[in-house]
């Protein structure tokens, strides 16, 4: 396997002390010789701090834009999708923990340019780039590379992030990104510091930041945990929260946690919870509210906020029903946010493709 030289990490400075600053995140890790922060990947050599994973991905899959989760961006369109290791949040009851919290990179990776994902994509006709399964954040560096490379081919790029960056880093961040998916875990201090080993402020910074000071589609998915996070007060705080600072039109999503990592003790996430917890958003007054991993029609559903008319239909991530002309409901011309492209939606449908970078689409 060709590795790919680690470059020396963007955001950091010297400290008095000796050490260096990583000045990413909002952990604040400083470092001394050989040391690594608390996401793992980012580590102090020869004085600088060097992203370990960049060129490095943990596996690259075409999948459908929805599962990001992203509804209003691209509808039915293909993805490819990859991460690399490590995380900047502690969360205990990670979904993806193989991967956040993997520590030997280098023995599972498949390495991927920057070029040859962008060239990948393009020719499996994916309409994005998309930096997901561990959070972006913390391979900045690789991810904005990637991202620039893809606009040159007119691939769009997509975040799926929980938002932990600090304000020095998340200007250059967000200008590569064409779209992000924040997570939002809970709308409590006591949840982010207890199951995650993280603050809440610095994600709400993140999600008004993205929302009005960038073109960035921005959409925000809670996942519910049973007695954690799904109370009827803690969903209308959230909900009150999102209106007064995200505005309308932001879609929300309310995803079932299924028992994993460090957390086996709590049961998974009944349906009704999420069907609840998106009636009470709806009736504070957000227009485009999901549900997720559950079987849910109407949470699935892409209605028009004026006249109510369903005007993209789901099943899972394959769209059975398109009322839209570009933008606007065709019942009634009233815009729907989001991006959508003018010919219609693209049906990619619910496949999963497991691809090599660099690689090109098998003749048939």
Not at 63 to 80: C, I, M, N, Q, R
Not at 160 to 174: C, H, M, Q
Not at 323 to 345: H, I, K, M, Q
Not at 347 to 355: I, T
Request: glycine residues 8%; contains cysteine; aromatic residues 10%.
């Amino acid at each position: 396997m060709t590795l790919i030289a680690t470059p020396e990490g963007r955001w950091q400075k010297a400290s008095p002390n000796g050490r260096v600053l990583c000045t990413l995140c909002p952990r604040a890790c400083q470092l001394l010789e050989g040391q690594r922060g608390f996401c793992f990947v980012r580590k102090r050599v020869n004085d600088t701090i060097r992203l370990t994973t960049y060129g490095l991905a943990s596996g690259f899959c075409i999948d459908p834009v929805e599962k990001k989760p992203l509804a209003h961006f691209y509808p039915g369109t293909s993805v490819l999708s990859f991460g690399t290791a490590g995380c900047n949040l502690g969360c205990r009851f990670c979904q993806n923990w193989d991967i956040s919290k993997a520590k030997d990179i280098a023995r599972s990776s498949s390495p991927g340019s920057p070029e040859d994902i962008a060239r990948t994509a393009a020719n499996w006709g994916c309409s994005a780039v998309a930096f997901t399964y561990n959070d972006p954040v913390i391979f900045a560096e690789y991810a904005i590379d990637t991202a620039h490379a893809c606009r040159e081919l007119g691939i769009r790029t997509i975040a799926v992030t929980a938002g932990y960056i600090t304000e020095n880093a998340r200007d250059e961040f967000f200008a590569a990104m064409d779209a992000t998916n924040i997570d939002l875990k809970a709308f409590s201090d006591e949840f982010y510091r207890g199951l995650c080993a993280a603050e809440l402020a610095p994600v709400l910074d993140t999600l008004e930041y993205v929302r009005h000071h960038t073109q960035t589609w921005l959409e925000v998915t809670t996942l519910l945990i049973p007695g954690k996070n799904d109370s009827a007060e803690e969903i209308d705080r959230l909900s009150e929260w999102f209106l007064e600072h995200l505005g309308p039109d932001v879609p929300l999503h309310f995803t079932a946690f299924h028992p994993d990592y460090r957390v086996t003790d709590i049961s998974a996430t009944p349906a009704e919870t999420c069907r609840r917890a998106r009636a009470q958003a709806l009736g504070h007054g957000l227009r485009y509210v999901y549900t997720g991993n559950i079987v849910d029609e109407g949470g699935q559903t892409t209605n028009c906020p004026n006249c109510g008319k369903a005007v993209i239909r789901r099943d899972g991530y394959r769209i059975t029903g398109w009322d839209l002309e570009s933008n606007r409901c065709r019942a009634c011309s009233t815009t729907v946010a989001g991006r959508f492209a003018s010919t219609g939606p693209s049906r990619f449908g619910s496949k999963r493709l497991p691809v090599h970078v660099p690689s090109a689409p098998a003749r048939r």
